[in-house]
């Protein structure tokens, strides 16, 4: 018998065989969602600062409100005869409140947030605290600067 093909390549006239099927895909089960540890002692430590800073927020406002005052009362205590200008200090008080204020909601919202998402918390209050502190800082001194009680006591001593 002739075969009147052209000489075979490898596998050219083998027989077809049938790819394997393919296994079924099996479907694990996705893993049980595990709730993140609850952290009892940062929920009370967090809560203990969040506290301790509503505590100094409305136990100092009536100091910042009344910032000339206050400042008269510091002079004393540091030997400057005279009174700071309460008409220079009034609106620094009531930005230095304001900032506090804004601060501490801003801290107790951050915190809870956290808290609630089971992340650490404490140091928001902590941190909180701490840009309170710098910006009320900072704004006793610009009214002191320019307060002209201050600035005759301080030309004393240069």
């Known amino acids: 018998m002739t075969d ?4 075979p390549k490898y596998g050219q006239y083998g027989p077809v065989v049938p790819a394997p099927p393919a296994p079924d895909p099996v479907v ?13 002692r940062d929920t009370v430590i967090t809560t203990a600062l969040l506290l301790v800073g509503v505590f100094d927020v409305v136990t100092a406002y009536s100091s910042f409100a009344n910032l000339g005052s206050s400042l008269t009362l510091i002079y004393a205590q540091l030997g400057i005869t005279g009174s700071a200008s309460s008409a220079a200090a009034a609106p620094f008080g009531i930005a230095i409140n304001a900032v506090r204020i804004g601060v ?26 701490a840009l309170a502190g710098i910006v009320s800082s900072a704004l006793v001194v610009i009214v002191m600067l320019n ?4 600035l005759v006591w301080l030309a004393q001593y240069q």
């Open 4 to 7: 009147n093909r052209p000489e």
């Open 28 to 40: 694990a089960p996705p893993p049980p969602v595990v709730a993140a540890p609850n952290r009892t």
């Open 104 to 129: 501490l909601a801003v801290t107790i919202v951050v915190a809870l947030l956290l808290i609630a998402r089971h992340g650490r918390a404490f140091w928001v209050p902590l941190a909180g605290y």
């Open 147 to 150: 307060d002209p009680t201050y």
